[in-house]
């Protein structure tokens, strides 16, 4: 899947305080841009690995956050890239992925506010293991290696929430690799489609609606595949009356008999 080219977060220098940002057009000239008064602090605050924090902590934090913005399909950094520090979403989505040497890609996790990033590798001292791209326009607060150390330093019960973090993660990486290896593309197709009814669909007169992936080849990089096998199997559940496509917009017709395909790979 082809990305735009990364033109660089636009960073305010004044903090996460800031009423504007500066940015470097591409011409050399400087614009000042008018933007809205972040909340950083309640950004932080809601951030699993900092809750707890006490008010002058989380204004430690508050005070060297600072925010990048990122276009549609922007990069955040790359796999391999050497890691400066962790992010934390305030605004918009990201999705965090992997890619092999021929392009395709798989999706590990799609993440919106209030989501930590590559807390890992700032205790390592590893690279990035995985890209990171924005979906849509997204604000994230960027806090470098040195300051987080610090703040574990001097607040050890953030180490520990951050183990604790990634231990969740390994356990839904484990069960990524559990997916891909024992069950067939129908399967996850089937698995997908009703974890995004569960998370967002719509009740109607047909059954359930749920919208698309913004494509077929971002489907099937959250479920490791092709596009063309997503977009056979699709058809095949359509023609076996499961589902009804309209554009991006599907309804589950049969509930009962998508469950029944989900089961069926257990």
Not at 60 to 79: C, D, H, K, N, W
Not at 206 to 211: A, D, K, L
Request: proline residues 4%; charged residues 20%.
């Amino acid at each position: 899947m082809q990305h735009q080219t990364p033109k660089g977060p636009r960073i305010s220098p004044h903090g996460a305080g800031a009423s504007s940002f500066v940015q470097l057009n591409w011409s050399g000239t400087i614009t000042t841009v008018p933007e809205a008064k972040f909340t950083s602090g309640q950004t932080l605050a809601k951030v699993a690995i900092f809750s707890g924090l006490a008010e002058g902590e989380l204004a430690f934090l508050t005070q060297r956050a600072v925010p990048r913005r990122y276009a549609a399909g922007e990069i955040v950094f790359s796999e391999g890239e050497p890691c400066s520090g962790l992010y934390v979403v305030e605004t918009g989505h990201v999705r965090i992925f992997k890619s092999s040497a021929n392009g395709r890609e798989q999706v590990l996790s799609i993440d919106g506010p209030g989501s930590s990033i590559a807390e890992l590798p700032v205790f390592d001292g590893g690279n990035y293991p995985a890209s990171v791209a924005a979906i849509d326009d997204a604000t994230l607060l960027f806090v470098s290696k040195q300051d987080f150390q610090s703040l574990c330093l001097a607040h050890p019960q953030v180490a520990l929430k951050v183990l604790r973090l990634v231990g969740a993660r390994l356990r839904r990486l484990v069960g990524i690799i559990e997916e891909l290896s024992f069950t067939t593309v129908r399967h996850r197709l089937a698995s997908f489609l009703l974890r995004l009814a569960e998370k967002e669909g719509k009740r109607t007169s047909e059954g359930v609606e749920i919208t698309l992936p913004v494509s077929n080849q971002e489907l099937a990089s959250q479920i490791g595949t092709v596009r063309e096998l997503v977009s056979r199997n699709l058809s095949r559940l359509q023609a076996e009356g499961m589902l009804k496509i309209d554009g991006r917009s599907l309804t589950i017709c049969n509930l009962k008999a998508l469950e029944a395909e989900r089961h069926s790979a257990e």
